[in-house]
């Protein structure tokens, strides 16, 4: 019993120790600034902890994981990505588990050729569980090494701190990108609405002189003004809204039987420079949609050609292909540079096309945010000079 209590108070010191120094690695973590400084804080602490020859920090990157941070006796496979099929660090990640190798050599979830150049004999792999496995841990030994049970909960203690640190990282990341998007989204909504304002202050101006004056004539045509004015107000404020609702994880839809041939007739005749529009439809065409959608989705893709369509005609087709429906809008405008052509379904993205014409850039998101809420394709063709044609693809039921 004496040589016992001995042995448990000659190893009190040093566990406690350890546990000084994992809360210094906790409090390290909880102001770590970004996902950079949470790697440059687990390699050192994991390797000094473990008494390791080298500790790898490795990042999932979807079928990916690259190693972004190491310390190490020499070189390993920092900045390297690797299939995570292959990789015991994805294994780990995928498996959820921690993996203990005693004999590099002797287990087939190693890539061989990738540790022969290094000094890895024995390793210790810990993923970092989040949510979803977003990162690990490997600690590596130059000899034959069989991890303890105590250095695996001590590197599992440290990826749980590294996994909260990520998540607060993440978080952080995303509240930057949030506010940073409204700052852009409301000095483009000050800029747009600007004019529209404009515009309806003129033609009140022009009502009340007409009717001062008994212009009949002048009191119509400014009366029209106001009209088309309060109809673009309109426009730019439901396309803010609905960028609002669209940035939400999910878009709600209200489905019902709509006939796509009548719905594009009708949203066509209510677009200004209708009469340069050419509608050809398949009749019966009925799909199970969201009305509302549909009909922002015809209107955005029309309303694009007309205003990019150089004044020429713009074609607009329905039609069926097997359980798809298929709309397709085609103008004769100049078309759009091949590098744009997937940038202009980004959010406040107007692409070349656009370039000195109002807008905010959010019509064409709206529509593929549309198009995929229904489980459908859009896809795009054009060439410089040579027009550009929208082809939508949706399925006819839900």
């Known amino acids: 019993m004496a040589l016992t209590a001995g042995a448990h108070a000659r190893s009190t010191p040093a566990h406690a120790d350890k546990v000084?120094?994992?809360?210094?690695?906790?409090?390290?973590?909880?102001?770590?600034?970004?996902?950079e400084g949470v790697g440059r804080i687990v390699k050192v602490a994991a390797r000094r902890l473990l008494g390791a020859d080298g500790v790898t920090f490795v990042l999932r990157e979807g079928d990916?994981?690259?190693?972004?941070?190491e310390d190490a006796i020499s070189p390993?496979?920092?900045?390297?990505?690797?299939?995570?099929?292959?990789?015991?660090?994805?294994?780990?990640?995928?498996?959820?588990?921690?993996?203990?190798?005693e004999d590099v050599y002797a287990d087939p979830r190693v890539p061989y050729d990738a540790y022969r150049p290094t000094f890895v004999k024995s390793m210790l792999m810990e993923p970092v569980l989040a949510a979803q496995p977003v990162a690990a841990i490997g600690a590596y030994w130059a000899v034959r090494h069989a991890a303890?049970?105590?250095?695996?909960?001590?590197?599992?203690?440290?990826?749980?701190?590294?996994?909260?640190?990520?998540?607060?990282?993440?978080?952080?990341?995303?509240?930057?990108s949030a506010v940073a998007l409204r700052d852009e989204l409301l000095?483009?909504?000050?800029?747009?609405?600007?004019?529209?304002?404009?515009?309806?202050?003129?033609?009140?101006?022009?009502?009340?002189r007409a009717l001062e004056t008994a212009d009949v004539e002048g009191a119509r045509r400014s009366t029209e003004r106001l009209q088309r004015g309060a109809e673009r107000l309109a426009r730019l404020v439901e396309m803010l809204l609905d960028s609002t609702r669209l940035a939400q994880l999910e878009i709600p839809l209200v489905r019902e039987r709509v006939e796509l041939g009548a719905l594009v007739a009708r949203v066509v005749a209510r677009l200004a420079s209708a009469e340069r529009v050419r509608i050809e439809a398949e009749p019966g065409l009925v799909g199970g949609?969201?009305?509302?959608?549909?009909?922002?989705?015809v209107a955005n893709l029309v309303g694009n050609a007309l205003k990019f369509g150089e004044d020429k005609p713009v074609h607009v087709s329905v039609s069926s292909h097997g359980g798809l429906?298929?709309?397709?809008?085609?103008?004769q405008g100049a078309g759009i540079a091949e590098e744009d052509r997937t940038r202009i379904f980004q959010r406040f993205e107007r692409g070349a096309a656009a370039r000195g014409v109002g807008g905010l850039g959010l019509g064409l998101w709206i529509v593929r945010q549309n198009v995929e809420a229904h489980g459908g394709e859009i896809h795009v063709e054009s060439r410089r000079g040579d027009g550009t044609r929208f082809t939508v693809e949706l399925p006819l039921s839900a």
């Open 20 to 35: 000084l120094d994992l809360i210094d690695v906790a409090r390290a973590l909880a102001i770590a600034p970004d996902v």
């Open 64 to 69: 990916l994981v690259r190693y972004a941070d």
């Open 76 to 101: 390993l496979w920092k900045g390297t990505a690797f299939p995570a099929s292959s990789c015991v660090s994805g294994w780990a990640m995928d498996h959820r588990e921690t993996v203990v190798i």
């Open 148 to 176: 303890t049970p105590r250095e695996s909960a001590l590197l599992e203690a440290i990826a749980g701190f590294a996994a909260a640190a990520l998540e607060r990282a993440k978080l952080e990341r995303e509240l930057r």
């Open 187 to 208: 000095g483009l909504a000050a800029h747009e609405l600007r004019t529209p304002l404009t515009v309806l202050n003129l033609a009140v101006s022009g009502v009340t």
């Open 289 to 297: 949609w969201d009305r509302a959608r549909l009909e922002q989705i």
């Open 325 to 331: 429906a298929r709309l397709v809008v085609a103008d």
